[in-house]
């Protein structure tokens, strides 16, 4: 509670700041508009509405892609954990293609799938694959062998133990690659809309910043940083509803 | 020393094979073979390389120049509980806004030359480094500075020898996300802020229609990709092998 207000303090000093540097003329207005015109800009434009239409589409995109790409990522993971070849096959192509960035296949993949979903379903499940994929690999293979044991021991099979010893135990890390994924996907969203220029938050800012409406684009920038903030928040609540008693258990040892 | 991957090498020659089949039987001049792709990256080698290392010059001065201002800042919001009061907030409020979103104020404040391109990249890599140094310079025991002061060191001695070689581990975990962010950035900044590298060409290949040349572009950035997320995973066992001798090894991945 006490972080919270002095956190809250320290963003309102610095936009205290920064209002009075745009006012006593310290930096250029044209280009650094203060804070309080930013807001005024920005519930005009929700008003308009094109700013909340654009937040949702780009929110979606990243929503639907990383959802998809964390449960495909998490079945392959799966596979290779119960299969030493998938895993010996898989990881070096994985390790190839995950530096690739998403940005480089828009211009070539708009040729085979437009400009429409298909686009962005494949720029942001490639994007957020990898991070899940790799992170739920290394923790579904690290699963201490005395759990697997007792699990054997009690009659469990392969599958068993995967379902309801390895995976449990791995979804701690899982979750660390799927906030990256989160965050990775509306990055991939942004830039894909930018590129590919047609509707979205990305299309707005690029809109806003090449005509010069220098408030707007700071608009689409908190627009921009409500979405990071939302679709972290989802991903922390998901991972207290799936993983509470992991969380609570590190809780206590690092609290008592 | 190392053994061949037999399964890899035949899954990837498998899906190579499939790509070549396919894109023979299409007749889709949108979706030419692998051979023919090869054959462009062959003719136009020199291009792509000219253009990749514009590219990567930018990504290199951007991290650079992140890891000299954040890994010092980083290390002085962790140690100093006034300033982290100060700052930790501004940077969780930031850090949430993704890159591309700041392609057009950069724009506006830098232009679209090197300038520009290179602080969409600093912005980038900045969160990692930094939030690597802060947590690396908290997570340190606090027996390592008494033995300091029993040594005595000053308070400098003491950070610039004990505390950052002690918080390093974390700060090359920091740095490594920077470097993935970096590359990735620097392409998304030329496709946005056109003039060159290797992000234009692939902007080019499109235009003119030449598919085969821009997939050509994208395999080299994969390998010049692999290469420098390879490169850093070397120099991060090197540096700190005496660490990974303690711990055993951990395989940190980004």
Redesign the interface.
């Known amino acids: 509670m006490l972080s919270l207000l002095?956190?809250?303090l320290?963003?309102l000093?610095?936009l205290a700041l920064w209002e009075i540097a745009a006012r006593s003329g310290l930096v250029p207005t044209d280009?650094f508009p203060a804070p309080l015109l930013v807001g005024e800009t920005l519930v005009a434009e929700i008003g308009r509405g094109e700013i909340v239409s654009a937040f949702v589409a780009t929110f979606l995109r990243a929503l639907i892609g990383a959802t998809a790409a964390s449960l495909l990522a998490i079945a392959m993971a799966l596979l290779a954990a119960r299969y030493a070849?998938v895993r010996?096959?898989?990881?070096?192509?994985a390790?190839?293609?995950?530096?690739?960035?998403?940005?480089?296949?828009?211009?070539?993949a708009?040729?085979?799938l437009g400009l429409g979903w298909k686009l962005y379903g494949f720029i942001l499940v490639f994007a957020c694959f990898w991070?899940v994929y790799?992170?739920a690999a290394?923790a579904l293979a690290a699963t201490p062998r005395v759990q697997v044991e007792t699990a054997r021991s009690f009659g469990y099979g392969d599958w068993a133990i995967l379902a309801h010893v390895r995976l449990p135990a791995a979804l701690p890390t899982i979750f660390i690659g799927v906030r990256m994924a989160a965050?990775i996907g509306?990055?991939a969203a942004?830039?894909a809309e930018?590129?590919a220029g047609r509707d979205g938050?990305?299309f707005y800012?690029?809109d806003?910043?090449?005509s010069?409406r220098?408030p707007e684009?700071?608009a689409?920038?908190v627009a921009?940083?409500v979405?990071?903030?939302l679709i972290?928040a989802l991903v922390m609540v998901l991972r207290a509803l799936t993983i509470g008693w992991h969380v609570q258990l590190t809780r206590m040892e690092a609290g008592a | 020393m190392r053994r061949l991957?037999v399964?890899?090498i035949?899954?990837?020659l498998l899906?190579l094979g499939a790509w070549e089949l396919a894109a023979r039987a299409g007749q889709n001049s949108?979706?030419p073979p692998f051979s023919t792709v090869l054959a462009a990256l062959w003719a136009n080698g020199g291009v792509i390389a000219a253009q990749i290392v514009d590219t990567l010059r930018r990504a290199a001065i951007g991290l650079a120049i992140a890891v000299a201002v954040m890994v010092p800042f980083g290390a002085l919001i962790g140690r100093v509980r006034f300033l982290g009061?100060?700052?930790?907030?501004?940077v969780?409020?930031?850090?949430?806004?993704?890159?591309?979103?700041?392609?057009?104020?950069a724009?506006?404040?830098a232009g679209t030359g090197d300038a520009g391109k290179i602080a969409m990249i600093v912005y980038t890599c900045a969160f990692p480094i930094l939030i690597g140094a802060i947590d690396g310079v908290r997570a340190n025991h606090p027996m390592l500075t008494n033995v300091g002061r029993s040594l005595r060191l000053s308070r400098l001695e003491i950070m610039a020898f004990i505390d950052l070689p002690a918080a390093m581990p974390i700060i090359m975990t920091g740095i490594r996300l920077a470097v993935?962010a970096a590359?990735?950035v620097s392409?998304?900044a030329e496709?946005?802020l056109t003039t060159n590298g290797?992000?234009v060409y692939?902007?080019r290949?499109?235009e003119n229609f030449r598919?085969a040349d821009?997939?050509a572009?994208?395999v080299a950035?994969?390998v010049v990709?692999?290469l420098?997320?390879d490169l850093f995973l070397r120099l991060d066992r090197r540096l700190l092998a005496w660490h990974y001798a303690t711990t055993g090894g951990a395989?940190g991945?980004?």
């Open positions: 002095r956190g809250s320290s963003i000093g610095f280009y070849i010996r096959a898989f990881d070096p192509i390790e190839f293609l995950r530096p690739l960035p998403p940005a480089a296949l828009v211009p070539l708009i040729f085979f991070p790799l992170n290394q965050s509306l990055i942004i830039a930018m590129i938050l990305g800012l690029m806003a910043g090449l010069l220098v684009t700071f689409g920038l921009a940083m979405a990071g903030l972290n | 991957n399964p890899a035949v899954l990837g899906l949108f979706f009061d100060i700052f930790e907030p501004l969780n409020m930031l850090r949430p806004i993704p890159p591309p979103a700041v392609a057009p104020i724009l506006l404040f993935a590359l990735l392409v998304i496709m946005l290797i992000g692939l902007l290949s499109q598919i821009g997939l572009g994208v950035i994969a990709g692999f420098v997320n395989e991945q980004g």
